[in-house]
């Protein structure tokens, strides 16, 4: 793989990238591109600018969204060494590659639900745009990491996200690990706390989701990389939950244990930093609206501080549920026997 890295330090050398600007549009905020000058940035800035993980830092947003300007030549080298690297996956009379992980470049999808709810996600790129991607995933995360994470995918590896979903009904003090795979956490009570990857639906804002739990699954996808077919193609990919454990049966053992209604106000495929340098925006894919989210337990509140914008939630304490991950663990094993 050294000759893959060199060509990608090689193209990385002659590359800068432009950050765009935000503008309201009738549509909304959008970034524009205009080829100016005073817009575009070098490989090292761009990764300082993309380091950013608060949820509404539009100067990191604006890194991870940039577009690369590369001489052609440079480029079309780059993109060459691409399509031979990866050449049992290019489907050459489309000129486009398949893989299982989301990237900008994505012109096509498809999902399906397999076992347990997983599901299994499909996308085919241009290699021209996946090239481009590439360049500017290395500028962020650095080349070596990113052909040795292509490169395990290439030997077999399946590409590992987690299945993550707000709750309603379940507030914690700390965090759970009942089984190897699984996590349910407290999100913070207040909107200047870390927020990592959760995606903020239309219609809602951080707000809404102070004080709830977060359950995450961890998930696999195989095969990272197939030939995508001009009809088809769909069905390439397989996902599964590592534990074997699917959401479902979680909040029902968070209901038995917490004697409350537990479900999901919505899921998400999160590949976390995977797509902060591939698919930017938000960190997560398909977020898919279940229950949705419900109001706050009674003798609950929000209130805010004008002075600093910020928001803090109080739950209630007979809300709280104190569960421990023994006792959860105790729940699935006596789900398993009915």
């Given at each position: 793989?050294?000759?893959?890295?060199?060509?990608?330090?090689?193209?990385?050398?002659?590359?800068?990238?432009?950050?765009?600007?935000?503008?309201?549009?009738?549509?909304?905020?959008?970034?524009?591109?205009?080829?100016?000058?005073?817009?575009?940035?070098?490989?090292?800035?761009?990764?300082?600018?993309?380091?950013?993980?608060?949820?509404?830092?539009?100067?990191?947003?604006?890194?991870?969204?940039?577009?690369?300007?590369?001489?052609?030549?440079?480029?079309?080298?780059?993109?060459?060494?691409?399509?031979?690297?990866?050449?049992?996956?290019?489907?050459?009379?489309?000129?486009?590659?398949?893989?299982?992980?989301?990237?900008?470049?994505?012109?096509?999808?498809?999902?399906?639900?397999?076992?347990?709810?997983?599901?299994?996600?499909?996308?085919?790129?241009?290699?021209?745009?996946?090239?481009?991607?590439?360049?500017?995933?290395?500028?962020?995360?650095?080349?070596?990491?990113?052909?040795?994470?292509?490169?395990?995918?290439?030997?077999?590896?399946?590409?590992?996200?987690?299945?993550?979903?707000?709750?309603?009904?379940?507030?914690?003090?700390?965090?759970?690990?009942?089984?190897?795979?699984?996590?349910?956490?407290?999100?913070?009570?207040?909107?200047?706390?870390?927020?990592?990857?959760?995606?903020?639906?239309?219609?809602?804002?951080i707000k809404d989701y102070l004080?709830?739990?977060?359950?995450?699954?961890?998930?696999?996808?195989?095969?990272?990389?197939?030939?995508?077919?001009?009809?088809?193609?769909?069905?390439?990919?397989?996902?599964?939950?590592?534990?074997?454990?699917?959401?479902?049966?979680?909040?029902?053992?968070?209901?038995?244990?917490?004697?409350?209604?537990?479900?999901?106000?919505f899921e998400w495929n999160d590949?976390?930093?995977?797509?902060?340098?591939?698919?930017?925006?938000?960190?997560?894919?398909?977020?898919?609206?279940?229950?949705?989210?419900?109001?706050?337990?009674?003798?609950?509140?929000?209130?805010?501080?004008?002075?600093?914008?910020?928001?803090?939630?109080?739950?209630?304490?007979?809300?709280?549920?104190?569960?421990?991950?023994?006792?959860?663990?105790?729940?699935?094993?006596?789900?398993?026997?009915?």
């Amino acid at each position: 793989m050294r000759d893959v890295k060199e060509g990608l330090d090689a193209v990385l050398a002659q590359s800068q990238f432009d950050l765009g600007r935000f503008e309201q549009r009738p549509e909304g905020r959008t970034l524009v591109y205009r080829g100016s000058k005073d817009e575009s940035v070098p490989p090292d800035v761009l990764k300082d600018l993309a380091a950013s993980r608060c949820w509404d830092d539009e100067e990191a947003a604006r890194a991870r969204h940039a577009k690369l300007v590369v001489p052609e030549v440079a480029f079309d080298e780059w993109s060459s060494s691409v399509e031979k690297w990866l050449e049992d996956y290019v489907n050459r009379e489309t000129d486009s590659i398949g893989h299982a992980f989301p990237m900008e470049s994505g012109k096509h999808s498809y999902a399906r639900f397999e076992a347990q709810g997983a599901m299994s996600e499909c996308y085919v790129s241009s290699v021209d745009d996946f090239a481009r991607v590439l360049v500017r995933g290395a500028a962020i995360m650095g080349s070596a990491r990113l052909v040795g994470m292509l490169s395990g995918w290439l030997a077999g590896e399946g590409v590992g996200y987690r299945t993550a979903a707000v709750l309603n009904g379940l507030y914690l003090t700390d965090k759970l690990a009942p089984l190897p795979g699984i996590r349910i956490e407290p999100l913070p009570r207040s909107t200047d706390g870390d927020f990592g990857s959760l995606p903020v639906l239309g219609g809602r804002s951080i707000k809404d989701y102070l004080g709830r739990s977060v359950l995450s699954l961890e998930s696999i996808a195989r095969p990272a990389f197939f030939r995508p077919e001009k009809e088809g193609y769909g069905s390439k990919v397989h996902a599964e939950f590592t534990s074997g454990v699917g959401l479902d049966t979680v909040c029902r053992a968070l209901a038995l244990e917490s004697d409350t209604p537990v479900d999901v106000a919505f899921e998400w495929n999160d590949y976390a930093d995977m797509s902060r340098y591939l698919s930017p925006g938000s960190r997560s894919t398909r977020s898919r609206r279940r229950g949705g989210i419900e109001p706050l337990g009674v003798g609950s509140s929000l209130s805010t501080d004008y002075a600093t914008g910020v928001s803090k939630v109080v739950i209630d304490n007979g809300s709280v549920c104190h569960q421990s991950s023994r006792r959860m663990k105790s729940a699935f094993r006596a789900m398993e026997k009915q």
